[in-house]
């Protein structure tokens, strides 16, 4: 029967497939990333990206000019494509600056911005070498008419042009984390380096980026509720395949599946004192029956970027130990959120969770009262950070300001024991986290990953209660693909 079934469902693949090759006669020009004429599946008359409007693109733009100081000049080049060998790259993706302004996805290009020229892109100049191995590009023509620059030239033109630019103008503003020797070795720029003149562009494209546009915000509700959806998946996958890199893989296939293009970053899948580890990213690992799992992780979704963490027994149980540890956790991600308000600074409810975790330390028995503090050894972290296009999104505006409505933050309490901890060693090798992504409103907040279980009643109900009815085999498979 299931050779039957998927037999049936091969071929209706194929039908599908095919009809599209038979039926499709729309033809469209080839920007090189889609457009509504070549995507009308996933993107609005009307957009550069999807779900963002040409109209918001330009508007952005405008506001850059209006905090650009006078007679000023801004210059954000493309990410730079890396290289995992010779001939393969890594998966591109786009500098956040650069895709904020132009809307363009792809390598190769620099945007200028102008009080006298308004945006101005200097496009790469393709080969048909290039086209037959690399597929088709955005050059001057989508510049001008996919991306509505102002001006548009070839990159040949820019040694010709762009010095004239710089020379008028008394300070200059680029993307330092992208800067390229197309335009860093020209002699005006040069010169306007030497005088003092060169600013980080950063400072004034962070500031923009800060709060979130209503459009902006539909994406991060969308990529939020596509990694909640995953991580729920995989948290019932735990139980029969209790195996760090298959927890991986589980998450990664559940957010391409619905939609996402790329993990934000590299799952960080710890089991036991792995969880200890913050930033822990080997993942190759099984999970010991008895243990806990941290999984923090997050998916990108046409730019905008998830980023939720949660910790649980794949056995489905907590042992009383973990409990009281976990619960500590739980409730001051609890009284954070209810701190996530206008007016408030991620300072602010940093050291309020600072005291609170040091306090519950104290009661459970990890840290003693002898005046000795190891609070910093067990969580070197802050309660969160800013949330967009980056995982820690707009860097340069500081912890200390006050939150304003559309500003999207972390609130991530976590403890992290390690083996070499000198405290009572029946906590040693555990690691907790609890991380939510929070808009701010009007009003207070709003729980973007608030469908993602975290209470302990929930999880060990979640888990206990799922029986995958293709188990055995899956553990099967797992085994053979760890052993």
Known sequence: ???????????????????????????????GQPTPASHPQLMKEGEITPGISAE??????????????????????????????????????????????????????VAVLSHECGLC?????????????????????????????????PMSKIQEILPDM??????????????????????????????????????????????????ELKLMRESASIGCQALLQTMLHSKS???????????????????????????VVGGGPNAAVIHYSRNDQKIDDGDLVLMDVGCELHGYVSDMTRTWPPSGSFSSLEEALYDLILQTNKECLKLCKPGASLLQIHH?????????????GIVNSDGTDPYNELNPTSIGHYLGMDV??????????????????????????????SGPERFQGIGIRIEDEVLITETGYEVLTGSLPKEIKHIESLLNNFSSETGRENHINAKAATS
């Open 241 to 267: 395949h209790p195996y760090e890199g298959l927890l991986a893989a589980k998450f990664e296939y559940e957010c391409k599946m619905r939609g996402a293009q790329r993990m934000a970053f590299n799952p």
């Open 1 to 31: 029967m299931q050779i039957l079934m998927r037999k049936l469902l091969q071929r209706i693949s194929c039908r599908q497939v095919n009809g599209r090759r038979v039926y499709s006669t729309k033809k469209f020009v080839d920007s």
């Open 392 to 421: 820690h999104d707009s860097s340069v505006v500081t912890y200390e300001r006050p939150l304003e409505p559309g500003v999207v933050i972390t609130i991530e309490p976590g403890i992290y024991i390690p083996r070499s901890f």
């Open 121 to 153: 892109m200097f496009m790469p100049e393709t080969s048909a070498h290039d086209v037959i191995w690399k597929g088709q590009i955005a050059g001057v023509d989508a510049a001008a008419e996919t991306f509505k620059a102002d001006k548009a030239y």
């Open 56 to 109: 918001e693109y330009i508007s952005r733009r405008k506001r850059l000019l209006e905090i650009l100081p006078e007679n000023s000049v801004a210059i954000l080049a493309a990410a730079p494509e890396k290289m995992m060998t010779d001939v393969v790259p890594y998966p591109y993706r786009q500098d956040a600056n650069y895709l904020y302004i132009t809307g363009c996805q792809q390598p190769g290009g």
């Open 166 to 215: 710089i020379g008028r103008s008394s300070k200059l503003f680029h993307n330092q984390e992208t800067a390229v020797q197309t335009y860093t070795n020209l002699e005006a720029f040069q010169k306007a380096d030497f005088y003092g003149a060169v600013r980080n562009l950063s400072r004034l494209t962070h500031e923009l980026r800060w709060v979130k546009s209503p459009a």
């Open 352 to 364: 309020y969770s600072v005291g609170m975790l040091r306090k519950g330390l104290k009661e459970i």
